[in-house]
């Protein structure tokens, strides 16, 4: 498979770079990659919510009401978890595990069918590389307008660049991150992606 690259100012330049179909030709796999979304969102929550049991609540041993004449069902306590202000029956717990198991396999296929699918929808752009002088934000979005880009975009490159992450860190529209740490929720959720040369690369390596 033959990608065109992108010059510095955006324009389609007479390089082209090679890459394998087993990664960027895969079908694609709706079940897989809902799956591969699913698992990195709830690999990511955290168990900060808590409940109380009927045990904790604050409430009064003595019955509410008599046992028998009121033509109500029995009640012993006011923090039965059927009653308001009462505890729960099954709360949640802080310590609470919400990961989601996804084999090495699985992953790979998964990646390799979102990173097909951007192929296919013409959604991934290849470029020289995508640098900034200094980091400043408005170089930064000079950079975005000369490459003629105006929604929201997912920039991988190969290594850390220091004014590259200074630079965009304070936009909503724009995410800059090494290939090796693209996770499937940015890619699915940017509708545009740019990856320089060395980025494709590295993609290859890591799934082909």
């Keep these: 498979m033959e990608f065109k690259v992108l010059d510095k100012k955006g324009k389609v330049s007479a ?31 955290s168990g900060t919510r808590s409940q109380k049991t009927r045990a904790e609540v604050h409430h009064s041993t003595k019955k509410p009401y008599n046992q028998k004449g009121t033509g109500n069902a029995r009640a012993g306590m006011t923090s039965s978890p059927i009653r ?9 717990r802080p310590d609470e595990n919400f990961n989601q198991k ?3 396999k699985a992953y790979r296929a998964g990646m390799k069918s979102i990173l ?4 296919r929808q013409d959604r991934l752009s290849i470029i020289e590389e995508f640098k900034v002088e200094t980091p400043k ?34 936009l909503t529209n724009a ?24 980025a494709v690369k590295q993609l290859e390596e890591m799934f082909g």
Excluded: C, W
């Design 137 to 170: 934000t408005k170089q930064f979005i000079e950079k975005m307008k000369l490459l003629g880009i105006t929604e929201r975009v997912l920039i991988l490159v190969d290594t850390f660049d220091e004014n590259l992450y200074l630079s965009s860190r304070n």
């Design 84 to 92: 308001r202000g009462g505890g729960r029956a099954f709360p949640n």
């Design 116 to 119: 097909s699918e951007l192929v």
């Design 175 to 198: 995410l800059v991150v090494e290939a090796r740490f693209a996770d499937p929720v940015s890619l699915v959720h940017f509708p545009k992606v740019i990856a320089t040369t060395e």
């Design 15 to 45: 390089k082209t770079i090679s890459a394998s179909d087993a990664t960027f030709g895969k079908d694609f796999n709706e079940a897989l990659i809902h799956q591969l979304v699913s698992s990195y969102n709830s690999n990511g929550r």
């Design 102 to 104: 996804i084999n090495k």
